[in-house]
């Protein structure tokens, strides 16, 4: 019997077929990673696999990626009063801009999947890009004049689109303030206060009240369960335990305890699928993505995490399932996670000192990163942990309850500090408000 020999074409054609087995794997399975031409920014990493939330289907061209983009920011730019929105660079006074940058297109500063090129807010320009529109700002603002063009978008000085905290008239009306407010604090949550007086008739339960139990898990534990329940604001506010367990279910996925906390806490649940803790549980990601993929895992962050958190992120990664201990979410939970120098230095700052005499008026992570906002007469907690990170300006609100907006603003466009969190004094003010000062001593003088 004569050995079959391969001839070179044979060679090829196991090679197309191994291509085309994996590329339809890649297709069929959803797993796009084979065409991924780079990794995404900080911010899109975990819906890099979502392929058609950006690209439509087939690739759909730069329209379809635009109205993409537009679908999930419009809301943000729009509550950050946009300086520079789409249509300000449609008016044909401003045509000979688009010559040299093609502001229409968000994928103008922010390509994708360019890591090599990728800066600080996922721009993807070199950082003196603000040269292309504004090469003649010293003829209007001489004392502009020794500032070089790459330096536009340092903190405390220009951001592109959000610029709510950096207009001058909101600085100039603040400038002078003492560096910590007399009597400064955090707005005081009302959430339980004002549901009791909304429910006067209601009562809070004990653990006598407890509706159900907790089939197959031991009876101490059972106990243990029961108790944290019945300390918890869940109890306070006359829920049991079938609010929750319904049909008796004991065991949940994180799309599912998401879905569940949020049928009460709506705010709270639209917030947290906003930021990067819940963004593959947002309805505007495609639902065959997040069965594939589930909730995001600290492991799979772009910052450094400690390695012994590896479950997926809901809203019981912070508050527990019985036990509604906001101390502990405020804090522990956080540093449970987060392993990078900004947070391991927080216990060292004079934030914790502060919170440690006092829960209610000290800042801990949460005070700054899912700040309390005063909306009519409730007291509301931002779940979205994003939503005042970038730029760190945007910050500025909540340091403005206990501080100076000078001093807050200086702090914030120091690296140091912020990656010490805080720990040392604000030494260097900022030069935003030697302009400001300037500009009002020559508008005092010129009455």
Sequence with gaps: ??????????????????????????????????????????GHHQLELACTTCHGDGFAGEAFIQQACVGCHSEELEDANDSHPRTKFLDPRNANLLKQLDARQCVACHTEHKPEITHDMGVTLASDFCVHCHSDIAENRPNHAEFTFDSCASAGCHNYHDNRYLHEEFLAARIGASDLVANGQLPVRNLVARWKQANPQRHSLSRNDADMTFPGVPEDTSAGIIQQW??????????????????????????????????CHVDQRENFTQGKHGLRLSPATPETFRKITGAMTPAEAVIPMKETSGKPLSCTSCHYAHETDTRYAAVEACLGCHNDEHSLAYRSSAHF??????????????????????????????????????????????????????????????????????????????????LIRERITKKTSSK
């Design 230 to 263: 019945a300390t918890s604001t869940h109890a306070q506010t006359d829920t049991n335990c079938s609010g929750c367990h319904v049909d008796e279910k004991m065991t949940f996925t994180s799309a599912e305890i998401v879905e569940l906390c949020g049928s």
């Design 353 to 434: 000192k502060a919170w440690q005499a006092d829960s209610e008026t000290g800042v801990s992570c949460a005070n700054c990163h899912m700040p309390r906002e005063t909306h009519g007469d409730r007291v509301v907690i931002n779940h979205n942990q994003n939503h005042n990170l970038r730029p760190n300006e945007k910050m500025l609100p909540v340091c403005l309850n206990c501080h100076g907006v000078e001093f807050s603003v200086s702090a914030l466009a120091d690296e140091q500090l912020l990656e010490n969190n805080f720990s040392q004094s604000v030494t260097n003010r900022h030069d935003t408000f030697r």
């Design 1 to 42: 019997m004569n050995n079959y020999k391969f001839k070179f074409w044979h060679y090829g054609l196991i090679l197309t077929l191994c291509a085309a087995g994996l590329i339809t794997y890649n297709l069929e399975a959803s797993d796009k990673s084979y065409f991924l031409g780079g990794e995404a920014t900080h």
